[in-house]
């Protein structure tokens, strides 16, 4: 019986692994890459779509989603990324925190105000994300519409 309980805790904890990825890193957007083939959307983080636009203060529109994504991309676009799967998203994205070069990509998107702490999942980028909005960092020097609400949105048909 005792065999029969442990060989079934076996198979149940082998079905629920979760796969850590590493390969070289190939930006999507600001925060989902392709990393040796896998979709991997990082955990505790949201960026603007590339598609979004923001506004500065003045009221003038910029392509804001497509400068983090090129920012993101100076930065490690072809580089050695090492990601932890946390979960998987709806779409069976690898939800996941990635390392490159001992860097946590997405503390650093924050800490620079490329992307912002996706609270609602996690609180893990909070205090770096409120240092970046303190000194006007990055995207906190315009007006950002929330992502997921730009998201919500165009999928609702709305274009904002």
């Avoid at 796969?19 to 890459?33: E, K, S």
Wanted: aromatic share 12%.
């Amino acid at each position: 019986m005792f065999r029969i309980c442990l060989y079934f805790c076996f198979v149940f904890a082998a079905t629920n692994v979760l796969a850590d990825v590493q390969g070289t890193l190939r930006v999507i957007d600001g925060d989902t890459f392709d990393v040796s083939g896998q979709r991997v959307r990082l955990f505790g983080i949201d960026a603007p779509e590339a598609a979004q636009t923001c506004k500065t203060r003045a009221g003038k529109r910029w392509a804001c989603g497509a400068w983090v994504s090129d920012e993101v991309r100076a930065k490690f676009q072809g580089k050695f990324a090492r990601c932890v799967e946390i979960d998987r998203d709806r779409y069976e994205r690898i939800v996941a925190r990635c390392d490159v070069a001992g860097t946590d990509v997405g503390r650093w998107l924050v800490q620079e105000g490329l992307a912002f702490a996706y609270r609602k999942y996690a609180m893990d980028y909070d205090l770096d994300e409120k240092r970046a909005a303190v000194t006007d960092k990055g995207l906190h020097a315009s007006l950002v519409e929330d992502p997921a609400e730009f998201r919500a949105a165009r999928s609702n048909g709305r274009l904002t």
